[in-house]
């Protein structure tokens, strides 16, 4: 079955930086686009970034736009998330998101992410 594993969560200060990895397994991973959303404490879950399944494209949220970047590594089964300039705005815990044309949705446990001086 699907499975999304992620890590490199943490507490860091305002302007530091992060490295967030999330290892797939259960699909063919190389077909598939990925995304990275987060959830604020008593917040909803929103989207962070995503990229297609070949790498070649991505988009962010305005909000992390120029301080994030979305990567994978098809050969290893994993995306990343590198965040860079962290605000205490992005203290969320951040999960990694699979989908597929039916419908379905699959999500990893979450890591979190505390900017905090």
């Known amino acids: 079955q699907v499975q999304l594993v992620e890590s490199g969560g943490g507490l860091v200060q305002p302007g530091g930086s992060l490295r967030l990895s999330c290892t797939a397994s259960?699909?063919?991973?190389?077909?598939?686009?990925m995304r990275w959303y987060r959830q604020a404490p008593g917040k909803g879950r929103e989207f962070v970034a995503s990229?297609?399944?070949?790498?070649?494209?991505?988009m962010y949220a305005d909000s992390v736009k120029g301080r994030f970047t979305i990567s994978r590594d098809n050969a290893k089964n994993m995306i990343y998330l590198q965040m860079n300039s962290l605000k205490v705005e992005d203290t969320a815990v951040y999960y990694c998101?699979?989908?597929?044309?039916?419908?379905?949705?699959?999500w990893g446990q979450g890591t979190q992410v505390t900017v905090s001086s």
């Open positions: 990229i297609t399944n070949d790498g070649g494209s991505t």
């Open positions: 998101n699979t989908f597929r044309p039916n419908g379905a949705d699959y």
């Open positions: 259960g699909f063919t991973f190389s077909a598939y686009r």
